[in-house]
């Protein structure tokens, strides 16, 4: 994953634990660097070592950890200059969830070697939506929970309803379904 994650989990740790418990994370997960750099490519093991510790050390589970970044990095990214990006993603939720991909590939022109989830989406009717999430990498649904209610909260969607209906692993794919519903 690339440093902006790892920032990203920095900057969430720090403004709900302080930066002392950072410190505490980065020694346990074994990082020694003093800094992430945004736009630099680290081993996907170095991020989930540091959920890992963040989850030991602040006695939160690593879903609910996952999940509230997921919320946070939706702030966090337009916060650190990929507001204008985001808003390519487009002006309503559903429509920003319909461009996900295109989002990723923009940002895959930035970042070499990014290696993105896949969206598709199915609408239901008026305000639920089918949301198929497939990625390379195990154990962040969490995450995607929590980017959900991000995104929910940004485009002031009322009582957004997540509903995980199924998770299935075929070769080095995971694939989870979502039902999404609101007001």
Not at 24 to 31: L, N, R, S, T
Not at 80 to 90: A, C, S
Not at 93 to 100: A, R
Not at 160 to 167: C, G, K, P, S, V
């Given at each position: 994953m690339y440093g902006l994650v790892n920032k990203a989990i920095e900057g969430l740790v720090v403004s709900e634990f302080g930066a002392q418990k950072w410190q505490?994370?980065?020694?346990?997960?074994?990082?020694h660097e003093e800094t992430f750099i945004s736009m630099i490519s680290y081993d996907d093991s170095i991020t989930y070592n540091l959920v890992g510790?963040?989850?030991?050390?602040?006695?939160?589970?690593?879903?609910?950890?996952?999940?509230?970044?997921?919320s946070y990095w939706v702030?966090?990214?337009?916060?650190?200059?990929?507001?204008?990006?985001?808003?390519?993603?487009?002006?309503?939720?559903?429509?920003?969830?319909?461009?996900?991909?295109?989002?990723?590939?923009r940002v895959g022109s930035m970042m070499p070697g990014l290696v993105p989830p896949f969206f598709e989406t199915e609408g239901l009717g008026d305000k639920k939506i089918k949301l198929t999430y497939i990625s390379k990498r195990v154990g962040l649904v969490p995450m995607v929970i929590g980017l959900l209610k991000g995104l929910g909260e940004r485009f002031e969607i009322k009582n957004?309803?997540?509903?995980?209906?199924?998770?299935l692993h075929e070769k080095d794919e995971y694939f989870t379904q979502f039902i999404l519903e609101w007001n």
């Open positions: 505490q994370i980065k020694e346990k997960a074994g990082y510790a963040a989850s030991e050390i602040t006695n939160v589970s690593p879903e609910n950890l996952l999940e509230a970044f997921g702030k966090y990214t337009a916060e650190e200059g990929y507001g204008d990006m985001l808003k390519m993603g487009g002006d309503n939720f559903v429509d920003f969830l319909n461009n996900l991909n295109d989002l990723h590939q957004l309803q997540i509903h995980n209906e199924a998770t």
